[in-house]
């Protein structure tokens, strides 16, 4: 039996967490800073919360994912599909600050760049630098 002061792993911590958000609205622009996991219940809730404050045409959307730390690949599919829809009334979904590790999850899907997110970082292809430490002649 573990002992009360035994520390969790930051996985284990992960595992737990869940998603917030917070949204503020400014002029035309829809800003939501989003934080712990996105996963389908979590999108769900996000576009749910995103469409009370859309109103009418022309809106800019922004999900900031600066404090998101996993994606569940099974949300790409409905942010294309989200992101279709935002268009056919004029909005604009942008995606800001979201790391390497997230661009790729997202790419899995996402082959024609439709949510914007630009194409992950080479670090991300890189080998770990002990793979090349190989002496040239």
Partial sequence: MPREST?????QDAARS???MEITHRDRTVWVSLSGIL????LDA???????KLG????RIVLDGTGLIHMDYRCTGPLLAWNRTL??????LYLRNWSDYLKAILVMEDWERELG???????IYRRPATAMDVTRT
């Fill in 7 to 11: 520390q969790q792993s930051a996985r």
């Fill in 18 to 20: 869940t998603l917030d």
């Fill in 39 to 42: 996963d389908r219940p979590g």
């Fill in 46 to 52: 996000m576009l749910g919360r995103i469409a009370l």
């Fill in 56 to 59: 009418d045409r022309g809106r």
């Fill in 87 to 92: 268009k056919q009334y004029g909005h604009q």
């Fill in 117 to 123: 997110a630009p194409e992950p970082g080479l670090a």
